[in-house]
């Protein structure tokens, strides 16, 4: 007997015949028999949905077992021949703002028949949404401790914000330079978010083209660790409901894994910086955190350090009174006497847009170091890096 085969495939068996009579006499015959066992494709399934930060377009997977682990499937009666495995094309659809990619692959079985799957990659801008108060524009600016639930826009409304122009009663103009605030020290973020929001020193345009709930600028980063430097950093428009509104609708970094959670921080240039109490994982390309209704980190370890202020039932904001963030390794992140003698330097000045200011009313007066001694000796446990 003897036979030609594809092992699992079409399979091939011929069979030799012997005949005797009575005689002693032989004769022969050939029967060939054919089996097709497999003429179905098998079956290919892409890992699934791949979010990716702009600048970090992942690669091909490089072979069969990295899509696999990767937890891509295939599978066929015919047996899988891994050897086939390959990366056909990628097609964008031309997006800038996420980019979606699609990754197409290949495969066959042991038969030779095959199998396409096509895995989806997004690459874009990380989508931040995130809420938080300052003390310094939701307590009464008569220096009592009584809070409104939303704050003030008193700075807006004075057209004393960067980039706007104020007209004083006596018919003078001041204008304060265009630009987010922080481009100095401790910050030394360098970014251009603020620099169309400019009157040119003109009082009929002086809004500067702010929405009319803004309150003022902060500043946002993210972290792997509590205790790590910036990865990303962005300045944002804070809005009176405690929302905050980035420029361009989206937080630009190069340096994110979007498959690992960070830590959200948010800083102003007289209040006190706040950290998410944990670490946040990347939903369908968003963060999310609320500072309104979860207090913020605060390192167990350290004795005496405190997160936000709770100035309302359940609403918390940030500690106001930080006015002096650089004069000692501590400024940033410590209310102290170092505040009162900054605010003494600025007491008397309205109309000006002042980090002594700390009730954010456009005028620092001696109320504002009445807000500094409700807060003062109050630290964050958040380092600066």
């Not at 072979?63 to 047996?79: N, Q, V």
């Not at 931040?128 to 401790?145: H, K, M, Q, R």
């Not at 963060?287 to 709770?310: A, M």
């Amino acid at each position: 007997m003897d036979s030609v085969s594809t092992p699992g495939c079409n399979y091939t068996r011929t069979f030799t015949i012997t005949a005797t009579d009575d005689c002693g006499n032989d004769a022969q015959c050939e029967v060939t028999y054919t089996w097709t066992q497999d003429t179905e494709d098998p079956t290919l399934s892409c890992p699934d949905t791949v979010l990716m930060a702009v600048c970090t377009e992942p690669p091909p997977y490089e072979d069969f077992t990295a899509f696999i682990d990767a937890g891509g499937s295939a599978s066929d009666e015919c047996g899988i021949n891994e050897d086939s495995f390959i990366w056909v094309e990628d097609v964008s659809d031309g997006n800038t703002n996420p980019e979606t990619i699609t990754r197409t692959y290949r495969i066959e079985d042991n038969c030779g028949n095959e199998a396409i799957c096509e895995q989806i990659i997004k690459i874009g801008d990380l989508e931040i949404t995130a809420w938080v108060y300052l003390e310094g524009s939701a307590i009464d600016p008569g220096g009592i401790e009584d809070y409104t639930p939303l704050m003030r826009t008193d700075l807006n409304d004075l057209r004393i914000l960067p980039g706007q122009t104020y007209l004083h009663l006596c018919g003078d103009t001041v204008y304060t330079a265009a630009g987010q605030p922080y481009n100095g020290a401790p910050w030394n973020y360098g970014g251009n978010e603020g620099d169309d929001f400019d009157s040119n020193s003109d009082p009929l345009i002086g809004e500067a083209e702010y929405p009319l709930t803004v309150v003022d600028w902060v500043l946002i980063s993210l972290r792997e660790t509590p205790d790590g430097g910036p990865l990303c950093q962005k300045a944002a428009l804070l809005h009176n409901n405690g929302s905050i509104q980035f420029i361009d609708g989206g937080f630009t970094c190069c340096n994110l894994d979007y498959s690992t959670p960070y830590y959200l921080v948010i800083e102003h240039r007289n209040h006190l910086m706040v950290m998410s109490d944990t670490a946040i994982r990347i939903a369908d390309g968003v963060i999310s955190y609320d500072f309104r209704n979860r207090q913020s980190y605060i390192n167990t370890l350290v004795t005496g350090g405190s997160g936000q202020k709770e100035i309302l039932p359940g609403l918390f904001a940030m500690y106001a009174g930080n006015g002096d963030q650089v004069l000692t390794v501590s400024s940033d992140t410590r209310i102290n006497l170092d505040d009162e003698s900054y605010w003494q330097g600025q007491n008397g000045k309205i109309g000006s847009y002042l980090n002594g200011d700390h009730n954010m009313n456009g005028d620092c007066n001696y109320n504002d170091r009445v807000t500094w001694e409700f807060n003062n000796t109050v630290f964050t446990t958040v380092p600066r890096d």
